[in-house]
C-alpha cells in the first residue's frame, strides 16, 4: 500500500474536530471524541479512502479506537486483498 494510512486518518480526524489535536494512540471513544455515528463515518471514510471492504467479524469497537488500529486494520486488509 502506497499511501499512508496513520496519516490519512489523521486528516480525516482533523477535519472532523478542527479544535482538537489528536494523537495516533489517543482512544477516540475513551475521550468522548467518537461515538457510534461518527464510527459509521469512519467507516465509510476508510472503505472508500482505501478501497478496502471491512468484512462484519473486524466492525469492533477495538479496531476503530486509535487511529493505530484503524491503521493496522487497513494495512491487513490491504494485504489479504492483493493476495486475491
Known amino acids: 500500500m502506497t499511501t499512508a494510512v496513520g496519516p490519512e486518518i489523521g486528516k480525516f480526524l482533523a477535519g472532523s474536530f478542527p479544535n482538537l489535536e489528536i494523537a495516533d494512540d489517543d482512544d ?18 476508510i ?8 468484512p462484519n467479524e473486524d466492525l469492533e469497537l477495538d479496531n476503530f479506537r486509535t487511529v493505530t488500529a484503524m491503521t493496522k486494520l487497513v494495512e491487513r486488509l490491504a494485504e489479504t486483498r492483493s493476495d486475491v
Open 28 to 45: 477516540l471513544f475513551e475521550g468522548g471524541i467518537a461515538n457510534s455515528l461518527f464510527t459509521i463515518q469512519l467507516i465509510m471514510f
Open 47 to 54: 472503505e472508500k479512502r482505501f478501497a478496502v471492504q471491512i
